[in-house]
């Protein structure tokens, strides 16, 4: 728009600027700066004129000033455009994605940015609601109900029950589905008061550069540069798991089970749990099930590990905790969330096989079976104190052995110890080495272990597990 000063020119959008006696014409376009302005686009007339009509500012956060000069009439834009065009803000639009960088919203920002910063900020905070809006259809109205009948949100049954949310529902329920994790949803919630602030803005308020900068940082960073989040379905793990050879997730799949909300995640866990436990499956499905399983557990919330380790402590009848079950929770991290009584009875009855097969050597044909379905259930690590203590005893009697001899096959062996355990041992130890470090060394005036430890050749056997761990917990 043109301002000029001109008695002759239409007396229509007239204004009377403060402190002057002559009035302002706006007529045609005009420009300012390097921007152009149509004098039919109802935004752009008002962002010349609505102050100085009468007509409140708030709903787009203008605080202009009209500066009448004797030789030019011109529009001075507020302090803060400089400093917002000096800052990060104008490179930040490059992050946007291109589904979203084509837009006439994103377009309409780029060129306010130069004029009304207050106004630029609203325009992209309403964009990145409209982004998540999107996004949640994109994710499912399935997820989306469920979220919302849990956290007490307005149901949702359809897409339309989205379009339908205030602002901070929608932000609210972004977060409860996954979309949005708790530092962003904060960050964007506060992005909704300022922009609240803009809209109801005076003479004496306007957005400042910190206010701009964090809603651009905000709104690109958080929503408008990710892309849309496809949510990873419980068939889409049942047809990798079910695949007629060994399966581990890929990279893409783990990063779609770590963004997905809990419900999903629930889901995905108890139909692995039930094809790990069903006997009727192939053993390599049901292998390929834990394998699962152990990738995920490091992924999976910790509201889902709680109702996961009460799904498996449903299962547990009063003769106690099968092998399959402790299983199942360690492969999935949840076995320390399961009942502690019912962990000190199944690691009691691993003790008590431990002790009916024996650690002498000549017992080698049964320790590897022994030793590797314990090592299955995390080894040492979640044994009760005292369970521990008495296996680890047992474990360091295997490991050492008795003294040697000459062999069936001529040689001489200065230890007789069963190799099939020994490899198994360090492992064991090794894996708990913070967890053993003191119990191991207390085991040493152990007099069971003064006994079996009577040759220097047993000795150094024995110091081999202490270096051991001792090195182990120096590196960690």
């Not at 905000?218 to 892309?227: G, R, Y």
């Not at 779609?256 to 499956?281: C, S, T």
């Not at 502690?340 to 009875?345: E, F, G, M, N, V």
């Not at 001899?405 to 708990?432: K, M, Q």
């Amino acid at each position: 728009m043109l301002i000029n000063g001109s008695r002759g020119a239409s007396r229509r959008g007239n204004a009377e600027l403060p402190g002057s006696r002559s009035p302002v014409w706006f007529f045609g376009a005009s420009r300012l700066g390097n921007q152009t302005f149509d004098r039919q686009d109802p935004l752009d007339n008002r962002l010349l004129h609505s102050r100085y009509q009468g007509e409140p500012a708030g709903q787009l956060g203008i605080n202009r000033k009209l500066m009448w000069g004797c030789a030019m009439n011109e529009i001075v834009p507020a302090p803060t455009v400089e400093l917002v065009e000096a800052s990060e803000v104008p490179s930040l639009l490059e992050q946007i994605r291109p589904a979203w960088q084509a837009k006439d919203l994103i377009n309409r920002v780029r060129r306010l940015i130069a004029v009304d910063p207050s106004s630029a900020c609203q325009r992209l905070f309403n964009a990145s609601i409209h982004d998540l809006r999107e996004k949640i259809i994109i994710a499912g109205i399935d997820i989306a109900r469920e979220a919302a009948k849990q956290h007490k949100l307005p149901p949702v049954e359809k897409p339309e029950d989205i379009e339908r949310y205030s602002t901070a529902k929608i932000i609210d329920l972004a977060h409860r589905i996954g979309l949005l994790s708790r530092p962003d949803w904060r960050r964007l919630s506060r992005c909704y008061e300022i922009r609240r602030d803009l809209e109801h803005e005076d003479d004496e308020y306007e957005a400042g550069v910190e206010d701009c900068v964090y809603i651009f940082q905000t709104c690109i960073n958080v929503v408008l540069s990710k892309d849309p989040i496809y949510l990873i379905r419980v068939n889409d793990v049942k047809e990798l798991v079910e695949q007629p050879e060994p399966a581990v997730p890929a990279q893409s799949l783990l990063e779609d089970y770590e963004h997905a909300p809990q419900p999903r995640q629930e889901e995905i866990l108890k139909f692995l749990a039930a094809i790990a436990m069903d006997e009727e499956q192939a053993e390599l499905v049901r292998q390929n099930a834990f394998a699962f399983l152990t990738h995920f557990s490091k992924l999976t919330l910790n509201p889902v590990k709680l109702t996961l380790a009460s799904h498996l402590q449903d299962k547990i009848t009063k003769v106690g905790p099968t092998r399959l079950i402790i299983r199942i929770a360690y492969a999935a991290g949840v076995l320390p969330y399961l009942k502690q009584a019912h962990l000190r009875d199944f690691f009691l009855n691993v003790l008590q096989g431990m002790k009916q097969v024996g650690y002498h050597w000549r017992s080698y044909t049964s320790h590897g079976e022994l030793l590797r379905s314990f090592k299955d259930v995390g080894g040492l690590l979640h044994c009760p104190a005292d369970v521990r203590i008495a296996i680890l005893k047992w474990l360091v009697l295997a490991y050492l052995g008795e003294p040697g001899g000459r062999t069936s096959y001529g040689n001489i062996r200065h230890v007789f110890y069963s190799n099939t355990a020994a490899p198994i041992v360090e492992e064991l130890i090794s894996d708990a080495a913070s967890l053993v470090r003191e119990d191991l060394r207390n085991l040493v005036s152990d007099r069971d272990i003064k006994l079996a430890c009577c040759t220097s050749h047993i000795e150094r056997r024995l110091e081999n597990l202490l270096d051991l761990v001792t090195e182990k917990t120096e590196s960690g």
